[in-house]
């Protein structure tokens, strides 16, 4: 007679940027080392394919993780984790309250607290002068995970490329995804640096994982306020 096989139940959940509504399952012990044994590699490339697997795996195949905006990776992965290993995971801190003092305290979190905060989100179509408008697109997890480690004057132009999806002037609308990289480089690189900071603070404005955290150091009393962001923070 054949062992019984364990039949996996079925969440939802709402992605915050995209708003895209996705059915997972929790992650199996199988897939669950081999992503501990991925991340002890400290490779991060290693590391974020395993987690794009690891979310493929779950969804049965359906969603392609590195096409997400970073900010719904990261939230999805999460709920994953919580209807997987348990809702709460154990995060050290350092106490901030004090110069001299470096204790850790370590903050039991509720991840289904953690958030990913929308409403401060600039509008993506952006006027950068009376004529001209442009649209853009958060990068996605493939693209920040590209540019993790370069200058920002590295990141500028691949950031733009893949970001920028849409220009309207008065007279036509310009797909970018019909024009070559050559083209898209040119109209980025002239642009007027105050049209630029205006697109600088659309990249700004993207929200990430995040949860406030408030407590009192045990060794010297003092209040800490710290924010918890990122994936690794909760790993």
Request: proline content about 5%; hydrophobic content about 40%; charged content about 25%.
């Amino acid at each position: 007679m054949a062992l019984p096989v364990q039949k996996a139940p079925t969440f939802k959940c709402e992605l915050p940027v995209s708003g895209l509504q996705i059915k997972f399952r929790p992650f199996l012990v199988k897939e669950q080392n081999h992503l501990m044994i991925t991340r002890e590699s400290q490779d991060p490339q290693e590391i974020f394919d395993a987690i794009i697997e690891l979310i493929k795996s779950v969804t049965n195949g359906e969603v392609d993780a590195s096409k997400l905006p970073m900010a719904d990776l990261e939230y999805l992965f999460l709920q994953t984790r919580a209807r997987s290993v348990g809702e709460t995971v154990s995060v050290p801190l350092i106490c901030q309250a004090d110069d001299v003092c470096s204790a850790v305290h370590a903050e039991q979190v509720d991840l289904t607290k953690v958030n990913v905060n929308t409403s401060e989100m600039s509008d993506s179509k952006i006027q950068i002068a009376d004529n001209l408008i442009v649209e853009m697109i958060p990068p996605t997890a493939k693209v920040v995970h590209s540019l993790t480690g370069k200058s920002e004057s590295d990141m500028v132009i691949p950031l733009m490329r893949a970001c920028l999806t849409r220009i309207y002037d008065e007279e036509e609308v310009y797909e970018m995804s019909d024009h070559r990289d050559a083209e898209i480089d040119e109209f980025v690189e002239s642009l007027q640096v105050t049209q630029f900071e205006k697109i600088s603070d659309y990249f700004g404005s993207l929200p990430s994982l995040a949860h406030e955290v408030k407590w009192t150091c045990p060794e010297c009393g003092g209040d800490n306020y710290q924010v918890i962001k990122g994936l690794d923070s909760f790993f």
